[in-house]
T-cell receptor, first 111, second 114 residues
Framework: DAKTTQPNSMESNEEEPVHLPCNHS???????IHWYRQLPSQGPEYVIH???SNVNNRMASLAIAEDRKSSTLILHRATLRDAAVYYC????????????FGKGTLLTVNP | DAGVIQSPRHEVTEMGQEVTLRCKPI?????LFWYRQTMMRGLELLIY????????DSGMPEDRFSAKMPNASFSTLKIQPSEPRDSAVYFC????????????FGDGTRLSIL
């Protein structure tokens, strides 16, 4: 049970922003939201994580809704190298390190 | 900086043979995780260690699977005897501290059991 809901696939054009949504309506107060991505033939790669506030790093931004029931991963300018499966994961309680991966969103970036 | 190193990258063997997958975590990391990825089941956690001690092996599918971490820089996942349904990509990951800290994954071992 991944406990999050994501669209199966999304498409974007190169150099345009991409907003990847995630629903986690049963999230508890101690759950973090993690995003990982997996490029073809590679292991998953950490993207970003957050608890309540919006977060930014060199790869992406994470916008968390005020009620924390949903979040959006934002890639500011998509490149062809961003084509991957993106996983939104909630992990919390005493088992924050136990990541449960769902099916994720397959992002296609068109040149 | 060296990332998580897994070997071999590919393994093809016959049913019934013993298979050993190896992992070298990032130096200084105190958590180590073994995952398995298949088309049917996706990416699932098998077992994880903290400071070389197995903490949770509830994801290990059956007694044919075993994992060890003899020291902070080496772990093995062993399947004996192997079966065709064990065919999958096996990933090792490590992190510094548990909680919410990022896990760093290796490139995986693609295992095919004939």
């Amino acid at each position: 049970d991944a406990k999050t809901t994501q669209p199966n696939s999304m498409e974007s054009n190169e150099e345009e922003p991409v907003h990847l949504p995630c629903n986690h309506s049963t999230i508890s107060g101690t759950d973090y939201i993690h995003w990982y991505r997996q490029l073809p033939s590679q292991g998953p790669e950490y993207v970003i994580h957050g608890l309540t506030s919006n977060v930014n790093n060199r790869m992406a931004s994470l916008a968390i809704a005020e009620d924390r029931k949903s979040s959006t991963l934002i890639l500011h300018r998509a490149t062809l190298r961003d084509a991957a499966v993106y996983y939104c994961i909630r992990a919390g309680g005493g088992s924050n390190y136990k990541l449960t991966f769902g099916k994720g969103t397959l992002l296609t970036v068109n040149p | 900086d060296a990332g998580v190193i897994q070997s071999p990258r590919h393994e093809v063997t016959e049913m019934g043979q013993e298979v050993t997958l190896r992992c070298k975590p990032i130096s200084g990391h105190d958590y180590l995780f073994w995952y398995r990825q298949t088309m049917m089941r996706g990416l699932e956690l098998l077992i994880y260690f903290n400071n070389n001690v197995p903490i949770d092996d509830s994801g290990m599918p059956e007694d044919r699977f075993s994992a060890k971490m003899p020291n902070a820089s080496f772990s093995t996942l062993k399947i004996q005897p192997s079966e065709p349904r064990d065919s999958a990509v096996y990933f090792c990951a490590s992190s510094f501290g548990g909680d919410f800290r990022p896990q760093h994954f290796g490139d995986g071992t693609r295992l095919s059991i004939l």
